[in-house]
């Protein structure tokens, strides 16, 4: 399956070494991101790395290790689809996210609710997905007794 993350669930995951790091970084589906995202990512920079307890290196390496398992589209590939999302959606700053999602044939996974007033592409957020999709893996159960990180271990730990 495919899906385009929105920055919300990127953020999450470069946040907390939780569920959505797994499901992004374990699950065999194909998760992307329009190269818009990228500038949202990098705005938010202090706030995660305060958030996460970790330093500029440290969010460098999470930050490309994350991006092994989401692909980044460039622009030129869903630009064809930027009118309809117009269209489709209020909040300009997600038009990318819809205009990607139609270009890929893929879902939106978003905790934005402002995603599911358009009918085009079928959104989850992160309950839905988790009630869909990990309801048949025995993940809750595989994740029992996953350590805190600190600032002490070293980012591979986080993998």
Not at 17 to 43: C, M, Q
Not at 50 to 69: D, M, V
Not at 94 to 115: G, R, T, V, Y
């Amino acid at each position: 399956m495919r899906f385009v993350l929105d920055t919300n669930i990127i953020l999450s995951a470069l946040i907390k070494n939780g569920l959505t790091r797994k499901i992004i970084t374990n699950l065999d589906f194909e998760f992307f991101t329009p190269s818009f995202a990228l500038s949202e990512i990098f705005k938010y920079k202090k706030y995660i790395c305060n958030k996460a307890k970790i330093n500029e290196k440290q969010f460098e390496i999470l930050f490309n290790k994350t991006f092994e398992y989401v692909e980044i589209i460039p622009m030129h590939y869903y630009r064809a689809h930027i009118p309809k999302s117009l269209d489709l959606i209020e909040d300009k700053k997600d038009i990318s996210f819809l205009a990607c999602a139609i270009a890929l044939n893929a879902f939106i996974w978003s905790n934005d609710e402002h995603f599911k007033k358009q009918k085009i592409v079928k959104i989850f957020t992160t309950d839905e997905f988790i009630k869909k999709f990990l309801k048949k893996i025995d993940w809750f159960g595989a994740l029992k007794g996953i350590g805190k990180f600190t600032r002490k271990d070293k980012m591979k730990d986080r993998f």
